[in-house]
């Protein structure tokens, strides 16, 4: 019985690294699917993770219709036995009801990774209806961590080192520059206690959570 699976979790949490490891399972199997992306690190038409693995993958926008994507390729002989989709966080409200339709109505296995609430911990409208339609909903396994060394559980938009709490939901900032660009918007992930009290590792001045063995002799 294909369903529709939502995997959820923080910025590195590796959903990206999941995503691409269920593609190559399935491809393994003798089965064919299509990999859509959205604002990935990597550039457009791509879906990469933190551990160095990319593959090419379908660009996703406000205007995708997922449904008449798979009866295109379908009608011309293309095999889709299944969809990868990544960053559906910022997929719309009827972009996920058409892939909960591709589940039911074709049978096609869809595989969708996200995070769940925004900057401001509110729910991103794609996850939401995710969370609604979804056969099954994960939580992935792999913790993230705050600069304090609690699991991390929300996600923080800085500027200049500083979490802000207003603006678009939805601006491409850099994840792992450091230091960050003067004025630039940037992320981190943070426990709960210290994104209510908006304490980014800079503002904390958060060193290692390891500091470097002390040379010997």
């Given at each position: 019985?294909?369903?529709?699976?939502?995997?959820?979790?923080?910025?590195?949490?590796?959903?990206?690294?999941?995503?691409?490891?269920?593609?190559?399972?399935?491809?393994?199997?003798?089965?064919?699917?299509?990999?859509?992306?959205?604002?990935?690190r990597a550039g457009s038409g791509v879906l990469s993770?933190?551990?160095?693995?990319?593959?090419?993958a379908v660009e996703a926008d406000d205007a995708t219709?997922?449904?008449?994507?798979?009866?295109?390729?379908?009608?011309?002989?293309?095999?889709?036995?299944?969809?990868?989709?990544?960053?559906?966080?910022?997929?719309?409200?009827?972009?996920?009801?058409?892939?909960?339709?591709?589940?039911?109505?074709?049978?096609?296995?869809?595989?969708?990774?996200?995070?769940?609430?925004?900057?401001?911990?509110?729910?991103?409208?794609?996850?939401?209806?995710?969370?609604?339609?979804?056969?099954?909903?994960?939580?992935?396994?792999?913790?993230?961590?705050?600069?304090?060394?609690?699991?991390?559980?929300?996600?923080?938009?800085?500027?200049?080192?500083?979490?802000?709490?207003?603006?678009?939901?939805?601006?491409?900032?850099?994840?792992?520059?450091?230091?960050?660009?003067?004025?630039?918007?940037?992320?981190?992930?943070?426990?709960?206690?210290?994104?209510?009290?908006?304490?980014?590792?800079?503002?904390?001045g958060a060193a290692e959570l390891s500091p470097e063995?002390?040379?010997?002799?």
């Amino acid at each position: 019985m294909a369903e529709l699976a939502f995997f959820a979790g923080t910025m590195d949490s590796g959903k990206s690294t999941l995503a691409l490891q269920i593609d190559h399972n399935y491809r393994r199997r003798g089965l064919s699917g299509l990999i859509f992306s959205r604002n990935d690190r990597a550039g457009s038409g791509v879906l990469s993770s933190r551990l160095g693995l990319a593959v090419a993958a379908v660009e996703a926008d406000d205007a995708t219709d997922f449904w008449q994507e798979v009866v295109t390729r379908r009608t011309h002989g293309e095999r889709v036995d299944y969809l990868v989709c990544d960053e559906a966080q910022f997929y719309s409200v009827t972009q996920v009801e058409q892939l909960a339709r591709l589940v039911d109505d074709m049978g096609v296995d869809v595989f969708a990774f996200g995070i769940t609430t925004d900057f401001r911990t509110r729910l991103f409208p794609g996850s939401a209806r995710l969370l609604e339609l979804a056969d099954r909903v994960e939580q992935l396994q792999v913790q993230s961590l705050c600069w304090c060394g609690r699991r991390a559980t929300h996600n923080a938009r800085t500027v200049g080192g500083r979490m802000v709490t207003e603006g678009e939901q939805v601006v491409v900032g850099d994840t792992e520059a450091e230091p960050e660009p003067a004025g630039g918007v940037g992320y981190e992930v943070l426990c709960r206690r210290h994104h209510v009290r908006r304490e980014t590792a800079a503002v904390a001045g958060a060193a290692e959570l390891s500091p470097e063995t002390l040379p010997l002799g």
